[in-house]
Nanobody
Framework: QVQLVESGGGSVQAGGSLRLSCAAS?????????VGWFRQAPGKEREGVAV????????WFADSVKGRFTIYQDNAKSTIYLQMNSLKPEDTAMYYC??????????????????WGKGTLVTISS
């Protein structure tokens, strides 16, 4: 049974950094699947932020976070990390990690994801 648990959210000032963790117990890290980070700001739709292919570690980032966020995995800990630097107030959102049950070509689409964590809140003050 796959379970995703996020942690690491909090409140920081603009320009600061946070590292989010997604503990993905039971997920086949050596498959050609993926794990994605999504976020939902108040009054907005959920959007894909960053994705990693678990077999190749290939990554994708939304334009809004490119150059500021990195995503990486620790296979021994079955954990995916989202390192967020140079944070902006517009990064304020609930952050979720998600994963599909099978191979999907576009891991940034939430409709392709089957497993979701409960989220961790990130608040950036100006």
């Amino acid at each position: 049974q796959v379970q995703l648990v996020e942690s690491g959210g909090g409140s920081v000032q603009a320009g600061g950094s946070l590292r989010l963790s997604c503990a993905a117990s039971g997920y086949p890290f050596y498959s050609n699947f993926c794990v994605g980070w999504f976020r939902q700001a108040p009054g907005k739709e959920r959007e894909g932020v960053a994705v990693i292919r678990t077999s190749s570690s290939a990554t994708w980032f939304a334009d809004s976070v490119k150059g500021r966020f990195t995503i990486y995995q620790d296979n021994a800990k079955s954990t995916i990390y989202l390192q967020m630097n140079s944070l902006k107030p517009e990064d304020t959102a609930m952050y979720y990690c998600a994963a599909p049950r099978k191979y999907v070509s576009n891991c940034a689409r939430e409709d392709g994801m089957d497993y979701w964590g409960k989220g961790t809140l990130v608040t950036i003050s100006s």
